[in-house]
């Protein structure tokens, strides 16, 4: 009796032990991927945030864009007061002519979508040329029609001239006034404080990067135009 009893119960146990077995490769299988993911989360965020740069940057430079041809419009007398000046466009006889895209409006790098709007101020353009200047060794960009934007563009060199190393070395500037309405504005600039994936003009943190169409750099671009937008500042990837 005893010996048929451990017959039928061996089988049991055997089968009980195949499972616990199965169970522990599982484990060990998802514990294996979950060390994956860890693994490639770092690089799968860089790559998504590189990509939320890229398309600021490409916003960014359509706002500067719009911005110059504003401006050009009414010779250099008035500048754009909101975002919605550029978004109603220019007069075109009896229509009105599209400057600005509904989508460039938005800074995908901000929390409220709102860009910072930049001022004709001696202080922020002269520090944010003077990073220029350096990226470029040692070169201003000039204005791209001096006869309507050197009103603008004479603010920039006086702050140069005046600014010392260290101001322009200030990469985590982050103490700024926030106007995203109702203010003349020559540029614009995310809100975000955050440090960035790709330098722009050699800057590393978003809120530090003015579009404007007072001036472009030249430089190594190690991004292939078609990735960005039209007329591109310039900008380099960190590897």
Do not use: C
């Amino acid at each position: 009796m005893m010996t048929a009893v451990a017959a039928t119960s061996s089988p049991g146990r055997s089968r009980d032990g195949e499972r616990g077995m199965t169970m522990l490769v599982m484990m060990g299988m998802m514990a294996v991927f979950a060390i994956g993911l860890l693994a490639v989360a770092p690089s799968v965020y860089q790559d998504v945030q590189r990509e939320k740069e890229l398309e600021a940057i490409r916003r960014g430079e359509e706002i500067a864009e719009a911005i110059r041809q504003y401006v050009v419009f009414y010779r250099g007398q008035r500048l754009p007061q909101s975002m919605d000046d550029l978004l109603e466009g220019l007069p075109q006889g009896t229509q009105k002519r599209q400057i600005l895209r509904a989508s460039a409006a938005v800074d995908p790098l901000s929390e409220d979508g709102k860009w910072r709007l930049i001022k004709v101020d001696p202080q922020v353009l002269g520090r944010f040329a003077k990073r220029v200047q350096t990226f470029n060794n040692g070169l201003l960009p000039s204005n791209p029609q001096p006869q309507i934007f050197d009103r603008y563009g004479i603010v920039i060199v006086n702050a140069i001239n005046t600014g010392t190393e260290d101001e322009a070395d200030q990469d985590d500037d982050t103490d700024f006034d926030v106007d995203t309405d109702n203010t003349p504005f020559i540029g614009v600039a995310s809100q975000d404080k955050g440090k960035s994936v790709i330098a722009y003009y050699g800057i590393e943190r978003h809120s530090s990067w003015i579009f404007t169409p007072l001036f472009r750099g030249s430089g190594i671009n190690n991004i292939p135009q078609r990735q960005i937008f039209n007329r591109p500042g310039s900008f380099n990837v960190n590897r």
